[in-house]
């Protein structure tokens, strides 16, 4: 049964969003899974791109953007560019494109913006419309 993450953190920013994500993915990436991130556009995929770079000195997260064709554990995507495997989806765009329902899992990282918020819970009837089991996990304790 394909699965849906969602990660409920505390914080309001989309920083903090992107730090937590860093820390998903080293755990999801030592467990052997490959990760296709999607992004909104360009910018915020090489945003992504440079700070899983220097995430943590002690950490390397192997990624690439899908358009270099690198074939790494972790890609980074937007638009119409996608990644040949359909393991673990990680969405960072408000609203989830049609591909990731491909996916064994996905993961969302919400932060309390209302807009993130408000996509969150659209994107969760979606999940579970196509059977998917969805599991909260609630950062903010």
């Known amino acids: ?31 052997g899974h490959k990760i296709y991130i999607r992004t909104d556009n360009e910018t915020s995929a090489r945003q992504l791109d440079e700070l899983l770079w220097e995430f943590r000195a002690d950490a390397f997260l192997p990624h690439s ?15 119409d560019s996608l990644p040949s495997h359909r393991d673990v989806f990680v969405n960072l765009e408000l609203e989830v ?3 990731a329902l491909q996916f064994e899992r996905i993961i969302e990282v919400v932060v309390q913006n209302q807009e993130i918020l408000d996509a969150t819970r659209a994107n969760y009837r979606l999940y579970q419309q196509h059977g998917y089991e969805i599991r909260m996990n609630d950062m903010r304790r």
């Open 65 to 79: 953007l899908v358009a270099e064709q690198l074939n790494s554990s972790i890609e980074i995507g937007y638009g």
């Open 97 to 99: 494109a049609d591909i």
């Open 1 to 31: 049964m394909p699965r849906s993450d969602f990660y409920v953190l505390a914080a309001e920013d989309l920083q903090a969003r992107r730090h937590f994500l860093c820390k998903v993915l080293e755990k999801v990436t030592r467990l």
